[in-house]
């Protein structure tokens, strides 16, 4: 199983700052899914470029994208947008229930602009770019992921 995370920011791409949220991710994914493989990736926020790279893992099979980072309100923050373009389907409760869940603790999870869906077989979530919204989020739905994974790929139809 291929399991993907791509962090997207000016900041990090350019290296004027160290990318810690991406490997977070990579680290809860692992201990998770122990024996799949895991790719990782690092894009400034530019749509187009967010965008090939989601259809490029999508062709190339992956179960699960999962981008960190460019989901708020800043000029910049496009990954919502790119994802928007490639999903066939969208999957709002993933978004809606790291928002509520992330206000629980911080009430500017509200300004996140997330979303998750569906791109043929391939299960697409962005995360919130900082360590701790990216880690906080994935955590909380980490059992959604598990049973949406195995949904998609023909298994089990109801927990």
Not at 12 to 25: I, K, L, N, R
Not at 109 to 119: E, F, K, M, N, Q
Not at 137 to 153: N, T
């Amino acid at each position: 199983m291929l399991l993907v995370v791509l962090t997207i920011s000016d900041r990090c791409s350019q290296g004027s700052m160290t990318d810690t949220a991406g490997p977070a991710v990579v680290e809860i994914l692992r201990k998770q899914w122990p024996h799949a493989e895991i790719a990782t990736g690092l894009l400034a926020d530019d749509e187009d470029a967010i965008a090939a790279a989601l259809e490029k893992f999508s062709l190339e099979h992956a179960a699960l994208v999962l981008t960190v980072g460019g989901t708020g309100l800043g000029p910049r923050d496009r990954t919502p947008e790119a994802t928007r373009r490639v999903l066939d389907r969208e999957a709002a409760g993933l978004a809606e229930a790291m928002r509520s869940q992330g206000a629980t603790a911080n009430p500017y999870a509200w300004l996140s602009r997330g979303v998750a869906g569906l791109r043929a077989s391939t299960l697409i979530i962005n995360l919130p770019g900082s360590r701790r919204g990216a880690e906080e989020s994935l955590v909380f739905i980490l059992k959604l992921i598990r049973h949406g994974l195995e949904v998609i790929a023909g298994g089990q139809t109801h927990p």
